[in-house]
């Protein structure tokens, strides 16, 4: 399933790269536009396969099928880098894996923060252990895995200043550490969140206008680092990590696995829980009410 996604992206991308060498008047011999042709007919071919996969799935017909911005390609998505959420015990840990999380940083050094020495500790270990297993599968190893430099050169990476400056921020690409989330995770999930946003008359649109109004009323947001853009970004990111919570709900169930309550809803006694939308009923939650339009009268 993952191959049959990836190659539908790969064949998506050269048909886009040919169609505009084309436009731009490049090409004009028979041969190359019959290719172009032929490179069209596979990205159709691959997008029907995918309907057909999509369709066997349980989860498809349950759920996403009802769901507008979802299609068979978003979903076939979804399966393959999620699958039915197996591996995810916790939503919060689905999240991490689309770096959709929050760390903390240090503000004068850059480096990273960590509440206790117990959350430390664990974070060394887990890189340390990527990097072993990383280390173990290259088929010529030039060198041994230095488990002792490795581990001096990760704690090198956290915070020691006297006076530390802790901020929350987004995971973020940095040179010379190790990502620690799956980048065609994050891509997928920004595909999702503007089909969300396109979907004009999808719930999942009415949550992204509830969130928008709700970060366009705080005044801390107005300038700067608070234009337009980044609060229609900070929307989507949210309408982004509800649906995945819900597709995480939704997927655990089907399989018979354990589903804990949102930790909003558990833990801060949150009470407007959206549960997971579908399309194909009227059913809107109560804090959404007030962003649904009317449908226009048909003549």
């Known amino acids: 399933m993952r191959a049959l996604h990836d190659s539908y992206y790969d064949i998506q991308e050269m048909r886009i790269r040919v169609e505009n060498r084309i436009r731009a008047g490049e090409i004009e011999s028979a041969a190359i536009l019959s290719m172009a042709s032929k490179i069209r007919s596979a990205e159709t071919e691959a997008k ?26 978003l979903m076939i998505g979804l399966l393959a880098l999620f699958g039915y959420c197996e591996n995810f015990d916790t939503v919060s840990k689905l999240w991490a894996y689309c770096g959709l999380n929050v760390i903390s940083r240090c503000r004068n050094c850059g480096k990273r923060v960590f509440a206790d020495g117990l959350l430390e500790q664990q974070w060394v270990g887990k890189i340390l252990a990527r990097l072993r297993r990383s280390s173990e599968m290259r088929k010529v190893k030039k060198t041994k895995f230095d488990e002792a430099a490795t581990r001096k050169k990760l704690l090198g990476q956290i915070c020691r200043c006297d006076e530390c400056a802790p901020y929350q921020t987004a995971p973020r690409r940095k040179k010379g550490e190790l990502v620690e989330w799956n980048p065609a995770a994050r891509v997928l999930a920004w595909k999702i969140g503007g089909q969300f946003v396109k979907a004009s008359r999808g719930k999942y649109r009415l949550v992204y206008e509830h969130y928008r109004a709700n970060i366009d009323s705080r005044p801390d947001l107005q300038e700067g680092k608070g234009a337009k853009g980044h609060r229609f970004a900070m929307a989507k990111r949210k309408t982004v990590k509800l649906f995945l919570s819900h597709y995480w709900e939704m997927t655990r169930e089907l399989k018979g696995l354990p589903v804990r309550p949102p930790y909003a809803m558990e833990y801060m006694k949150h009470k407007n829980y959206i549960p997971p939308l579908s399309d194909d009923n009227d059913d809107v939650p109560e804090v959404l009410l007030q962003y649904v339009k009317e449908k226009p009268k048909e003549s």
């Open 48 to 73: 029907e396969e995918m309907l057909r996969w999509a369709e066997a799935e349980p989860i498809y017909s349950t759920w996403l099928s009802n769901v507008k911005g979802i299609g068979h390609v």
